[in-house]
Every structure is written in C-alpha cells, then in structure tokens.
C-alpha cells in the first residue's frame, strides 16, 4: 500500500508544469510523451528485485504518467463546445470504469497464468504487457491524434471555420462575463481552489474503495483459498458495469441541466451508497450498494468538469484553463494519497470498514455543500455560455441547440 501511495507524490507536484508543456509543444506531443513514458515505466517496474527500487519506481511513474488526464479535459475545451462537451466528458471518463472492466479479468489471468504463459511471476507480467500496451496506445496517439479542428483531416473546410468560429464565441462571451484569462489568476482565484476541494472530495471517494474493495469482498466472501484473491478482483468490477450503465442515462439527463444539479445529485447517491454499505454484512447486498456509491462518484466526475469550464476555459482563456483545470486535478489527487491512509487507518483502530466508508461519506456530503454554495457565482459566469438560464431553474433552454 506504501508503494500505491508514493505514485501520488510526483503526480500532485507535476500536474500544473504538464499542462503548460501541453500548451507549449501541443497536446499530441505532449500527450504520447506522457503515454509512453508511463508505459517503459510501468514494464520496468515488472523487473524490481527489492521493495526499495519498487518505491523508486512508482514515484518515477507519478512524474511520468502527470498531467495525463489533466491535459486530456484540457485538450477537450479546444475541440468541443459547451453543450457537445457534456458529452465529450462523459465519453471520456466512462473510460475509466471500463477499462476496470477490461483491466480486472486480464488483471486476474496474468496472476494466475504469468508464470506459464510469460516465464515470469504473474505479478510482473501484469506490469510488462500493461506496459507494453500502454507504449503503443501512445505510438497511435503520436501518429494520429490532431492538435485541433482545424487539422482534423475528416473535417471538412467549412466544418473547420464553424468548429472554430463557435469556440471562438463561446470564448469571448466566458471573458465578458469575467472568465480568468491568465495562469496567476487561476492559480490565486479562491473560486478555483474551491472548485479544487469540492473535487478532493468526489475523488475522495473513489481511491480508498478501488484500493480495498477486493478485500472488503474478501471478507464478506465465503470464498476461501487460493482462488479468494481472483474471484474478489473479478467481482470488484461489477460496481463499474453499473457505473458505466448509469453515466450514459446521467448523461441525457444532465445535457438539459445545470452543472452544478448535474454534479451534485450523483454525489448524493455516492455518499448514500457508502453508508448503506456500512448497514449491511450480507455480500450481494455490500456489493449492489457499493455499486450504487462507485456509480454517483463516477458519474458526479465528468459533470463537475463542465462547472471550471465556466470559468476558465475557451481559446481566449487557454493559460487560465492549463492552470486551472491542472490544479484542481492536482489537488484532487492527493485524495489517493491521504484516502487510502485514512482508510487503511481506520480499518486498523476499529476492526472493520465501517467507520472508514461513513468517514469517505462524509467527505463527499462536504465537497457537495461546497459545489452548492459557489453555485450561484459559478452559474452566473455560465449564464447563455453554458447555454442555462440561472434564473430559469434548473432544467432550461439550452442556447447550444442550434449548434
């Protein structure tokens, strides 16, 4: 668990410095770089032979792989606008419940077949092919990935000039209702550092249950044996198939309302999942609330990302957006170093998880009573640019639909 942590150390440091580099050599550069260089570190990391060069390793793999999903949201800003953004976000995040998906089953088969099929351990061959996979998702990035619309080859001229004349609008309306432009004042803005903590919270949510809930199954499992560790890893995927189902219906629903009641309403059932969890020794029922917890946290995160575009985002306000979206990320990820610890901590003075999923709770219930209080504000910069009427309540004309 040491280990898992000392990934978070670099990647918090490096987060706001990624996003700049981005806006420096362009997102396709940038973005490969970070994909392959996390890729040859995470297959290096297959050959440690001490638990010291093993910590080595994940902090170097913190540096590397940095700025990665901060540079991603940022790199959507140039592409889509507000309204197709909504989507673009939740395509983008319901990424990450899938490859849970695709990632515990293989996960399990090298544990158990690594040795036989690769001539190594089963836990190193996990870091090799995942390794390995990674450095070529980032060759195909490199080779084919378009900086923006205008050099989007299946886009055709006019479709360009349009792409780029709406963003340029929507850019100029966001300055002229007092969007950050500059990267100081993204960084100083104490909108953005609540922004930033209103995330830790979300996010606060999802790393200490990734990081122990095959062990949680574990225990409320009957399962005993050498197949306990596989079978709990496989079942630990099932809260992200309800995820997955959940953020495409959010989605339809959230396109028509505001980002704040959009981010905030998942965020509930997060919270509530995890305290009934804490009501329930029974595995089945453990697992469909934990589904109903894992599903409100990931489908809170591709909504909050609509609330900073609000203010910091579009062509005119690039530095503002690089920084700002870099540093609520940042801050955001110290949650996988200090949840998992807090967690892990609690579980030890109690004896059980209890406390620990009632205190993750609690975190998420504050980072949604910080969203509902710069709600105001934040929708006011977001009035005919986020295409919702504040005055209008919640479910509104979108001004997008013509695009």
Known sequence: MHAKRLFFLGYVLVEVPSNMMLRRFGARIWISRIIISWGMVTAVTGAVQSATQLYIARVIL?????????????FLTFWFPKKQRVWAMSAFFLCIPLSSIIGAPIAAALLQWGQALLGIAGWRSLFVVEGVLTIMVGVIILMFLPEKPSKAKWLTADEKIYVNKILSEEAALQVSHGAMT?????????????????????????????????????????SIGSAANVSSVLLAAIPSVAAI??????????????????????????????????????????????????????????????????????????AAAAAGIALINSVSNLS???????????????????????TIAAVIVVGLIILLTVKRRAETLGVRGDGIAVNSGDVATDSADKL
């Open 336 to 358: 996988g170093f200090i949840g998992p610890y807090v967690t892990g901590a609690i579980e030890t003075a109690t004896g059980s998880y209890t406390y620990a999923l009632l």
């Open 182 to 222: 500059g990267m100081r004042q993204a960084l100083t803005n104490g909108r953005t550092w609540a922004l930033a903590v209103a995330f830790f919270a979300i996010v606060f949510g999802l790393y200490p249950i990734a990081f122990f809930l095959p062990t949680m199954i574990e225990n409320l499992s009957s």
């Open 62 to 74: 913190g540096f590397a792989e940095a700025g990665l999903a901060a540079g991603i949201l940022l």
């Open 245 to 318: 189902v959940v953020m495409v219906l959010w989605s339809r629903v959230a396109v028509r309302r505001s980002a704040v009641f959009s981010t905030t309403v998942p965020m509930a059932f997060g919270a509530l999942g995890l305290v009934g969890a804490t009501f329930t020794q029974n595995g089945a029922l453990f697992i469909i609330a934990v589904c109903v917890s894992i599903s409100g946290i990931y489908t809170a995160m591709p909504q909050f990302w609509r609330i900073p575009a609000l203010s910091m985002t579009g062509a005119a306000a690039a």
